[in-house]
Structure formats: C-alpha cells, structure tokens
C-alpha cells in the first residue's frame, strides 16, 4: 500500500533553514509528483510546490520562490524539503503528497505532516 | 492566481440532513479542474472528489461534486455522524490554490 513518512517535528530560530524529508512506498516513485502543502495552526491548506521526482523539475509558490528548494532522491524514493529565511509565520505542519497522477493534480496520499515551529 | 472562496464558512446541520456546500473562483477554472477534500481534527486530508464530479476511490456515493467555470458545490446527501469536518476546495486548472474552507459541524 502507498505510504509516504515524514521527518520529525522541528523547532526553529527566526532566520534559520529547515529541512524535512518524505519517504515514499508501496508504487513507483517516479511516476508520481509529490506536493508540500501546509497548514498554520487552526487555518487551512497552503500549497508550497511539488517536484517531478523522475527529472527534478520543481514549480513552487509565488510566496516561497527565492527561499525553498524541493529535491529528489531516487536511490531511496524519498524527497526533500529545505525552507530557509524561516519566520514565525512559517510555522505550521507541513504535509508532502503524492499527485493522483496529470491532469488530476490532485493529492491522493498523505504523510502524516512535520510540525515546524519558528520561535526565538 | 485564482482566489478561491468557500461558502458559508460554518454550516450546522443534523445527520440525514442534506449538506450543500460552495466554492466559487475569482476566474474561470479550465476543464473544471476542482478538487474536493475532507480533513477531520488531527487528521491528513482526504480526497473525495476530483474534475469536480468524479468520485475518488473508496468515496461513498452520498458525495457528489458539480459545476464547471466558476462555481463548484459539493454535495452531502444524507449526513453521517462521520461527515461532520472540514471541507476544501482545491483548483489545479491554473497553478495550485485551495479554498479557506467550510466547517461541517453537527446542530
């Protein structure tokens, strides 16, 4: 069965990096997209960007561009998240999901999300 | 970016009740590409509906999306005690946005 497992909670400085891995099984890694979406405390869903995990190729939130990078390693079918510049409103529970498959860009498994938390 | 806006924002209904909820687009939504979730407390999100009428996998049949361009509903036709959640609305026609959500709650 599709399972995605995500990295443990992080708490976080003002101005620090976080980086948040999300191992994939149970299909073919590369055949899918993988999302990070995320979600503050109490609010709703925020899409972050997603990575084709076969090329690399990412697309990422207007918000994120200049201070998010998404990677892909295919040896452990798992994908990396790396946020940087972190402020107290970046703390939420980030999720990755896998994509149904284009053009269905919908997301049809979840990791049970990574906590961050931004606080001096 | 396509700005999505559900509505209401809290609905109370009782179970066997008909649940209707919306999500209207800020502009056209192409091949009605409008996804529909649900999340309960302290859980991931679920897909339940995607192209704004097909049911995914595993959905029961009490769930129904419609709608095309602008205007999308998903309905619940017979409220079970474990409908009661959150529901989103997501585009993928245009990018990725989802919408702020609506709470199901029980009355």
């Known amino acids: 069965q599709v399972q995605l497992v995500q990295s443990g909670a992080e708490v976080k400085k003002p101005g620090a990096s976080v980086k948040i891995s999300c191992k994939a099984s149970g299909y073919i890694f590369t055949t899918h997209y993988m999302y990070w979406v995320r979600q503050a405390p109490g609010q709703g869903l925020e899409w972050v960007g997603m990575?084709?995990?076969?090329?690399?190729?990412?697309s990422y939130g207007q918000k994120f561009q200049g201070r998010i990078t998404m990677i892909s390693d295919t040896s452990t079918s798992t994908v990396y998240m790396d946020l940087s510049s972190l402020r107290s409103e970046d703390t939420a529970v980030y999720f990755c999901?896998?994509?149904?498959?284009?053009?269905?860009?919908?997301?049809?498994?979840w990791g049970q999300g990574s906590l961050v938390t931004v606080s001096s | 970016e396509i700005v999505l806006t559900q509505s209401p924002g809290t609905v109370s209904l009782s179970p066997g009740e008909r649940a209707t909820l919306s999500c209207r687009a800020s502009q056209f939504v192409s091949s009605s590409f409008l996804a529909w979730y649900q999340q309960k407390p302290g859980q991931t999100p679920r897909l339940l509906i995607y192209d704004a009428s097909s049911r995914a996998t595993g959905i029961p049949d009490r769930f129904s999306g419609s709608g095309s361009g602008t205007d999308f509903t998903l309905t619940i036709s017979r409220l079970e005690p474990e409908d009661f959640a959150v529901y989103y609305c997501q585009q993928y026609g245009s990018s990725i946005t989802f919408g702020q959500g609506t709470r199901l709650e029980i009355k």
């Open positions: 999901a896998r994509e149904r498959g284009y053009p269905q860009r919908v997301l049809d498994f």
């Open positions: 990575i084709n995990p076969r090329s690399g190729d990412t």
